[in-house]
């Protein structure tokens, strides 16, 4: 085998070691936050509960208020209940995609 062979050999060696050993801090990582990344994703999913009940509520109360104090032929409470479970949902969706921004440029740290 000529010597250019043989470089072309130890580049793509080096190449796979660098890469295996990339995946296997990758995985050992992994195992050490499992159990933090199940509890993880359990509060992540009551935050996002919460962050849409809580304006929803609040909404249905200022609405009940309103309609109690102010009668009117449109009701407050349910356009208010809409309007917090609109900003609710706006609000969950944002958190979310912060933490998925968050959690993948994490990932790409590593690569």
């Known amino acids: 085998m000529n010597e250019k062979g043989q470089k072309k050999i130890r580049n793509h060696g080096a190449h796979l070691s660098r890469e295996v050993g990339v995946k296997e801090s990758r995985k050992i990582r992994a195992r050490k936050e499992a159990v933090r990344n199940v509890w993880y994703g359990f509060a992540m999913s009551g935050m996002v509960g919460w ?5 929803a509520l609040l909404g249905i109360m200022l609405g009940v208020w309103i309609d109690s104090n102010f009668p009117g032929e449109h009701s407050w409470t349910l356009m208010l ?13 944002r958190w979310i995609s912060r933490e998925n921004r968050d959690m993948h440029g994490e990932d790409r740290d590593d690569e």
Request: proline share 6%; charged share 0%.
């Open 51 to 55: 962050s849409v009940a809580i304006p």
């Open 81 to 93: 209940l809409v309007a917090g479970l609109g900003a609710g949902c706006l609000n969950a969706w």
